[in-house]
């Protein structure tokens, strides 16, 4: 797929990583484009967090680079990196809430760490960005624990977009999860997606539900032995000559 | 069935030994890591004093009992022991030395360590295993500088405080079965003290206890960051802070002690 390069917003040349004697990644070439829901599907193995680490700089790659909004980061380290990464939310697979704050300390975090917001302010801010997540005012004070899963990605993914982040990432955003919230978590990821869509904030999906990723997402991509084999937009990757593609889908 | 031969067992012995010193390495390093961060902002003081607080509030119950019972028992062994030779008038001196230069530092930190050392693995262990440290460090914020830090430090301050604590109840302990029980005169038990008991041998203990206190917390912080999955590995992680901690002031106190000896 060809992209506009002033429409990148992560650019990952020959990327290369492996563990010992295992290579994981193997000379991958990735661009995925800003403001764009892109997902990133794989079979278990594939190398899917790995890639996702690198884009956060947790991983350093073993060879190749990774450029975001056109700042190569796989040589920034220590105070640079912590401050590069504020450019990320991210949802994770159990949301990891910490757990001794309630839900309105968990998203008030990142803005008492982060921003010189006055507790008015702060207070105000993680309302608005609990209330957009459908979480009610009678459980802003609960803590993780009281709260259902569903619940917890939803204040999960309020705590990461409350710095406003340029890309908001989901690692398997509805593993695990029941039919109802697993419709509930993807309609949500779409409708923070549409909120965010005219400061451009790009949404990158890490996921093994092939169904759901083609009715949200504007680009797939998949990955297989540490390589992209098939990138394109939704409607095309469902008609992907790729056999393992084919053998994914139908599976 | 493989057939145990002598090879095997070098085999497994190199390995062990490799293994320690790669844990050795690590440990070094993750003592580093204390002397970066400890003088560099941002400087968390409300962590560190909920951390004061949590060790301070887990211990304080056992130590005070502890450290009563101590003094108690030390008395009346003491005494049988004195009276024999009829220097009784000595039990409040022996007492008061041995608790402070052995007996506060070394069970006050196998308690800090059996309760907030294990307290640190579980709670950074569990942190580790469902994410919420990978999410401090997506954040941007450093873990070992978040978790970690205000640990350790907390527990090089506490342990010394508890220490004295200890100290202080156990004396009186001492006192009121010395003289109530045993009756021996009440302005007699601690009249020699002046005599036999030097700051030297509360310095000693006290110094014992600040390095008990920080390496507690070093291998409870250890111990949690090393949890890899589940459930398990933080029950593992937990019980080996345990283990390791009251081993490392069991151990260590042979050796700070007869260094400490020579130079005060
Ligand atoms: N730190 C590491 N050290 C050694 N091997 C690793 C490390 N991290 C990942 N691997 C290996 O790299 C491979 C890819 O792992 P990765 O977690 O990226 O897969 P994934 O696509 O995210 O799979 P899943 O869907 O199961 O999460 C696996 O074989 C894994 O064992
Ligand atoms: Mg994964």
Known sequence: ?251 | MPIKTGAGLIEKFGDSILRAIEETGKVTLFVGQFFYWVFRPPFRFRLLFAQLYFIGNKSLFIICLSGAFTGMVLAYQTYFGFKIISVDSLVGPVVAISLARELAPVLSGLIVAGRAGAAMAAQIGTMKVTEQVDALEVMGIDSYQYLALPRIIAGTLSLPMLTIIFLLVGNLGGWLVGTKALMIDETMYFSKLGEFMFLADIYQGVIKSIFFGFSIAVIGTYFGFEVKRGAEGVGKGTNMAVVWGMIFVLISDYFLTSFLIKIL
């Open chain 1, 1 to 251: 797929m060809n992209l506009d390069s002033k429409d990148v917003v992560i650019s990952i040349r020959n990327l290369k990583k492996s563990f010992g004697q295992y290579s994981i990644i193997n000379d991958l070439n990735f661009d995925i484009k800003r403001g764009s829901i892109t997902t990133i599907l794989g079979f278990s193995g594939a190398g899917k967090s790995t890639l996702l680490k690198h884009i956060l700089g947790l991983l350093r790659p073993t060879s190749g680079h990774v450029f975001v909004n056109g700042q190569d980061i796989s040589n920034l380290g220590g105070v640079a990196l912590r401050e590069f990464r504020r450019n990320f939310g991210m949802l994770f697979q159990y949301a990891a809430l910490f757990d001794s704050l309630s839900a309105f300390e968990n998203v008030a975090f990142p803005l008492r760490e982060f921003t010189k917001d006055s507790e008015a302010e702060i207070s105000r801010k993680v309302k608005s960005l609990l209330e957009s997540v459908n979480i009610l005012e009678n459980s802003f004070y609960k803590l993780p624990s009281e709260l259902s899963g569903g619940m917890r990605k939803r204040v999960g993914l309020a705590r990461g977009l409350a710095l406003n982040p340029d890309i908001m990432l989901y690692d398997e955003p509805t593993t695990g999860l029941d039919p109802i919230t697993t419709k509930m978590v993807n309609e949500l990821i779409v409708q923070t997606a549409k909120n965010n869509k005219q400061r451009q904030m790009t949404t990158i999906i890490i996921s093994h539900d092939v169904k759901a990723s083609l009715a949200i997402s504007d680009f797939i991509a998949f990955l297989e032995h540490g390589r992209i084999v098939e990138y394109s937009t939704a409607s095309e990757f469902a008609q992907s000559k790729n056999r393992i593609v084919q053998e994914f889908i139908n599976l």
